[in-house]
């Protein structure tokens, strides 16, 4: 599981930077990718990368600037026209179903796939056997929210010397023990299988929080996480501006990092202003109150 940042500035398009949108390659865990947000031209920056927008499976739209949903008609139609047809969903505040439903009427663009848009549900909005994500509303200018991502944990290794020093050989028996299931031995011993497995291995936690000032939403929603994305729209000195726009500066966003015990924060959402070497500042800024920060670039990539 990894970050691929695909735009990283805020509001409008940077040379340097394209506006915001962050692919999670779940290709390993799930076979799939989600994204976050979907600026202006993100399927533009998702032709030099190795992304397949028919393996896109949700999307979750932190609010509805434009820098965060222009992209999304355009990615919509694009991934018909590529062969997709697997179910996609989009989770976002309301009035999304209206945009996107609009621009694909008014354009006449037909989807081969079916198409889900859940709109303004906080609390868990979605779980499977693998992962659960919560959605909570931040502080914005408008309905803006964060998104907690969290894997399950996962089984612990299967003793295998274990088996064997009980005369239990390699076969599909292992498979069935290894998912903690009861079996029957041809000698009529049974086998409990979670007696045969290894300490479980604790799934990964991320959060991923659209505007907002700081919050005790972004706190909750960060707690404890292995990766916390957070936005960082200007720096310190420019901490009334933010404050002005409902945004965060570097610093505030290393001040929710540290409180909610994150293991590593990356910055992103990143104002026109500062370029390479305002940059540079932003991350000396948060790395003063949270040193485990990186300022993320278009096309930057994080495993998880």
């Known amino acids: 599981m990894d970050f691929l940042f695909l735009g990283t500035g805020a509001g409008i398009p940077a040379k340097e930077r394209n506006v915001s949108s962050i692919a999670l390659n779940m290709n390993q865990e799930r076979g799939s990718v989600w994204l976050f947000d979907c600026g202006e031209a993100t399927q533009h920056q998702i032709l030099h990368t190795s992304i397949r927008p028919r393996r896109i499976e949700h999307i979750f739209i932190t609010h509805l600037h434009g820098d965060h949903i222009f992209g999304l008609p355009g990615l919509l139609g694009s991934r018909s026209f590529q062969g997709g047809t697997s179910p996609l969903t989009i989770f976002g505040p309301e009035g999304l179903a209206t945009f996107v439903e609009t621009a694909l009427s008014v354009s006449q663009t037909h989807l081969k796939y079916p198409l889900q848009i859940i709109e303004g549900k906080e609390g868990i909005v979605f779980e499977d056997k693998l992962f659960s994500v919560e959605m909570q509303k931040l502080s914005h200018g408008i309905p803006s929210y964060g998104y907690r991502v969290v894997e399950k944990d996962k089984r612990g290794e299967l003793l295998v010397e274990k088996l064997r020093d009980r005369g239990v050989h390699p076969g599909p028996i292992y498979q069935q023990l290894k998912e903690g299931q009861t079996v029957k031995l041809d000698s ?82 990143i104002s026109s202003r500062y370029q390479i070497k305002g940059a540079q500042q932003l991350k000396e800024e948060a790395e003063s109150i949270f040193p485990h920060t990186d300022v993320a670039e278009d096309f930057s990539k994080y495993n998880i």
């Not at 933010?242 to 965060?248: G, K």
Request: hydrophobic letters at 40%; charged letters at 25%; one cysteine or more.
């Open 188 to 269: 009529g011993e049974i086998l409990n299988g979670n007696d045969y497995l290894g300490p479980a291995k604790a799934g990964k936690k991320i959060a991923v929080l659209g505007d907002t000032r700081p919050c005790e939403a972004s706190l909750s929603l960060a707690q404890d996480v292995d990766v916390l994305v957070h936005e960082a729209t200007f720096a310190d000195a420019d901490r009334e501006i933010a404050h002005q726009y409902f945004h965060s500066t570097a610093t505030q966003a290393a001040e929710i990092a540290k409180k909610a015990n994150v293991k590593k924060l990356i910055l992103t959402h």
